[in-house]
């Protein structure tokens, strides 16, 4: 083989490796410029669950029609727990395994179990189309549904 071909043969190998790093390096920058949106997002859901939640004068000016303020200022704490446990997921801080543990702890609080049976279909109608958000309510739906009550101590 010539100098000149194990030139450019050592030159295209670069010039390829380069390509394929370069690629991939665009995809990560994506790919965590994405969790920051979905991070900054979900923050302000947080915050803006955290202000309903406590100012019943706010909380008053979006209560569904034939619900008390109180009772929904207590569903607006558990969708912000809810939203919590769905951020870490997104972000992957929840391992294979754990979504249905920390699913049935949220659903073993009662006001976590009243906010899912009157806003789940809301939240399964929302999640239509995203896979990982799909897998999340299901799982959710599938930990309220089967929550059972604890039986009351022999006296």
């Given amino acids: 083989m010539k100098l000149t071909t194990a030139v450019l043969a ?8 380069t390509a394929v790093v370069g690629t991939a390096r665009l995809k990560q920058d994506a790919r965590h410029q994405a ?3 979905d991070t900054a997002l979900a ?3 947080i915050d803006w669950l955290a202000q309903m939640s406590t100012n019943p004068d706010l ?5 569904p029609e034939g619900m008390e303020v109180e009772e929904y200022m207590q569903l607006l704490r558990a969708n912000q727990l809810i939203c919590l446990l769905s951020l870490r997921n997104r972000l992957g801080f929840v391992r294979p395994g754990q979504l249905s543990f920390y699913a049935a702890q949220l659903m073993d609080n009662d006001v976590c179990r009243r906010y899912w049976a009157r806003f789940g ?11 990982r958000a799909e897998h999340f309510t299901q799982v959710l739906d599938y930990a ?4 059972k009550e604890p039986r009351p101590a022999d006296v």
């Fill in 10 to 17: 050592a030159g295209a190998a670069v010039a390829l490796t």
């Fill in 35 to 37: 969790e920051r949106h």
């Fill in 43 to 45: 923050r302000n859901q």
């Fill in 59 to 63: 909380a008053k000016l979006w209560t």
């Fill in 121 to 131: 279909d809301l939240r399964i109608q929302e999640a239509r189309g995203d896979e």
């Fill in 144 to 147: 309220a549904r089967s929550h």
